[in-house]
């Protein structure tokens, strides 16, 4: 009878294990087991997560951290590059750092770094986001107002350090205008081509312009005062210097006074910006954790400044050999360079109907420039005695009023077209032709003598 049952129990188990090996033949696969020899079935798993049944993991799961570690960095590594198309022009990067590093010609440093430093423009945008995402929306802004424009930041910081002024002051002066004309423009047309009117919150954006008005003032001031001072005995050159420190304070206080406008009194204001911005990031998962966006930001940042270091170093030999001028350099490529993911998402954004986010992208942008960059900078030169002001040239200064004063104008009314932007889009570019043919050496003579006193 224990005979019987025994052999009922073992035909059981027999008849089970080949209706189930039967079941699962196409999730198998058959590997020889070094003990016996016999065939014996393992789960397949995927190399980067594909779909299967769900006792399934993939190998970023994987129990061993000596398996699980590695794949999940390959993994993270493919969403992130995987997340903007722009990412193709990495492979400069490398390029750039090696023929930086070689000091071949002077030429292909700029082009190739020129170029790399886009995708990490791109990159560096990614993660502060996904860390702010992470931090709370006080500590975001503040994160977002920090590192949102931390290319033009590095780039400004390393010419500074090297005396390259004409540099720094066209660099600011060109991100200002980029984002506030080229953007700006670009968005009204993006979004005018398909509606005959867009609308946007008027009192954000007459706002920012407000504030916009008040850095051009900042640089008026100054200019007025040279011209106040060139037939005066004083000293010209501390004066300038004094008034561009004091100024460069008030400055820096009136952007934290905006930021606890924006944050916390007044953040009713922003809530329909806010709002749309949420309807989108909420679909979205979240691919970074905030100590991979952490090691990220550091990194992308550190490549940056490599980047931009060879950048600066080839300027003064692109200048030489191709007789362009650093103003043209600095006003109109460099922005380029440090703005082209914020160019795409304003466009991209603005295409879709959300005015108030592409306003943000733009005018926000132009925004830090003036009122954290700029005043930033001329604090820094302070520190290390390299005389950094706000009196830019009274030509730039002229510029600045003028497109500060058409922006204000076009988005009074918080509507727009593509008319508008076109009309945006078209003082930018009379603007950059003007700058192409202006001379380095046509600036203030004052302010000429104060750079060569310093360096």
Known sequence: MDKLKR????????????????MNSQNTVTMATPENGRADTHESQPLLGGQGSSSERPLWEHESPVVRWPMFTLHKTWEVLASNYVNVLLVFVPAGII???LGTNPTAVFILNFLAIIPLASLLSFATEELAAKLGQTIGGLLNATFGNAV??????LALTQGQIRIVQSSMLGSILSNILLVLGCCFIAGGVTRSE???NSTVASTMSSLMAVA?????????????????????QENILILSHGTAIILLLLYILYLFFQLKTHSHLFDE???????????????????AAGVALVVVTIMVAVCADYLVDSIDSIVEESGVSKTFIGLVLLPIVGNAAEHVTACVVAYKDKMDLAI????????????????FLVILGWIIDKPMTLHFQTFETVVFFLSVLVVNYLIQDGKSNYLEGS??????????????VYPDDAGDSMLNGLFSKHT
């Open 152 to 157: 033009e930041l590095i780039v400004s910081i």
């Open 198 to 200: 867009q609308n946007f």
């Open 423 to 436: 009309m945006c889009l078209g003082t930018y570019i009379i603007i950059a032709l003007a700058f192409f």
């Open 360 to 375: 943000g992208v733009a005018i926000g942008s132009s925004m830090q420039i003036a009122l954290f960059v700029t005043p």
């Open 7 to 22: 052999h009922k129990s073992q035909h059981s188990r027999h008849h089970s294990r080949h209706r189930s090996g039967r």
């Open 99 to 101: 023929t930086g590093a």
């Open 273 to 291: 910006e806010q709002q749309q911005d949420g309807g989108d990031n909420q679909k979205e998962p979240e691919i970074l954790s905030p100590v």
């Open 216 to 236: 051009s003032a900042s640089l008026i001031i100054p200019a007025t005062l040279y011209a106040a001072l060139s037939t005066s005995k004083s000293s010209s």
